[in-house]
């Protein structure tokens, strides 16, 4: 396709004049500038038609292919001082002016301002580090986690007054000064962990041990313990004075005194409303075979997955069989080998005897 126009204008910019061959006209021509108008783009050139140098602005309709290009170019260095001319030298810490051409490697960067050399990958500038996330998209060079915006994978800040409103399990708590509710703690532990006091503690906290301390607090912050004094974590005994949220016992003696309604059915359970008496092949009780056993079969028919006496299928009963055929079977074949192991043995000893 050739060399673009834009390519061009970019070669004149940063290397002056610039030697082309026009496969349009077939001739060389020098470009050395341009100018626009409202309309079009005027192209400065130089060239030789037959032993006349011409110089010509001109609008270049249609776009000629142009596959080649020379020009001279002065090797690059430092920029030494601020007045270099654009596109000269290379950007340094102490000299960086408008134009300069940044380094490629990342430790090149260091001293030069951002508006001059933008973030890159692996930039350990200061302000690039702290270059805060401006939407919910990380760029290349990584950003900032900010209150508004904390893309995922975003660096959290050093400073703990930058934390608020940014997820704990995004940016994680970095001690006591760290302001964000989730990781506020007003007790320390001896290792130095948060402790739940019980007034604004925060999601996080960890909850005593010792069953006195526990009793300022729900069971739904801080689990029941061994020996627990809270009226939630005592046993359920069937009483008046039971706790709403007590905890059911967990066996079918402890459980009599006890409406089902407050502790469900188990198994083995002896209550009256536990007791599937109305059990039919069409009203199979809430857990299944599970619930029936132990349970007569003529009090409650066979249900799917039955294993009682009685219920299991005739397929279960003929493998049974099968088993029993296969042992029995077994057991006569080794009765054989053994008598012939020691007809075998005997005789040769019986011989020796004679």
Same mark, same amino acid.
């Given at each position: ?8 204008? &970019? ?16 001739? %060389?021509? =020098? ?10 783009? %005027? %192209? ?16 270049? *309709?249609?776009? @000629? ?16 001082? *601020? ?29 030069? @301002?951002?508006?001059? +050399? /933008?973030?890159? =990958? ?6 690039? %580090?702290?270059?805060? $996330? ?10 900032? +986690? ?8 975003? &660096?959290? @800040? ?26 506020? #703690? ?9 402790? +739940? ?35 939630? +974590? /005592?046993? #359920? *005994? ?5 706790? &709403? ?12 005194? =006890? ?5 469900? $059915? ?29 349970? @007569? ?13 009685? $219920? ?6 003929? /493998? ?35």
């Amino acid at each position: 396709t050739g060399i673009s126009q834009e390519l061009l204008r &970019k070669l004149i910019a940063r290397f002056g004049p610039v030697l082309a061959y026009n496969n349009y006209y077939e001739r %060389y021509q =020098i470009y050395y500038g341009w100018n626009f108008d409202s309309v079009s783009t %005027y %192209y400065h050139t130089l060239y030789r038609l037959d032993t006349d140098l011409i110089v010509a602005t001109e609008v270049i *309709k249609p776009w @000629p292919l142009i596959a080649n290009v020379s020009f001279f170019a002065q090797t690059l260095t430092d920029c030494t001082n *601020k007045d270099d001319p654009q596109f000269r030298c290379y950007c340094t810490s102490t000299n960086y002016p408008v134009g300069c051409i940044c380094p490629i490697k990342t430790e090149g960067l260091m001293g030069i @301002p951002i508006d001059r +050399c /933008s973030c890159q =990958i692996g930039n350990v500038r200061e302000e690039c %580090y702290e270059f805060k $996330c401006t939407n919910d998209i990380l760029p290349a060079f990584g950003c900032t +986690c900010t209150q508004r915006f904390h893309p995922r994978r975003c &660096k959290c @800040p050093a400073k703990a007054e930058d934390l608020v409103g940014i997820p704990k399990l995004q940016c994680k708590c970095i001690g006591n000064n760290d302001p964000r509710e989730q990781c506020k #703690c007003f007790t320390l532990d001896p290792q130095g962990r948060c402790k +739940c006091t019980g007034v604004n503690d925060s999601s996080n906290c960890l909850c005593p041990k010792d069953p006195e301390e526990l009793l300022t607090f729900s069971k739904d912050k801080c689990k029941c313990v061994s020996g627990d004094l809270r009226s939630s +974590c /005592s046993v #359920c *005994k069937g009483e008046a004075n039971d706790d &709403k949220d007590c905890i059911c016992p967990t066996t079918a003696e402890e459980l009599i005194q =006890i409406s089902s309604s407050k502790c469900q $059915c188990i198994k083995r359970d002896t209550r009256n409303e536990c007791q599937p008496t109305q059990c039919t092949n069409n009203a199979v009780p809430e857990l299944g075979s599970t619930f029936l056993e132990g349970v @007569p079969v003529n009090q409650c028919g066979c249900v799917s997955d039955d294993y009682r006496e009685g $219920c299991r299928s005739k397929d279960d009963k003929q /493998s049974s069989d099968k088993t029993d055929a296969l042992d029995k079977s077994g057991c006569d074949q080794l009765n054989v080998f053994i008598r012939v192991i020691a007809v075998v043995v005997l005789l040769p000893a019986l011989a020796m005897l004679f």
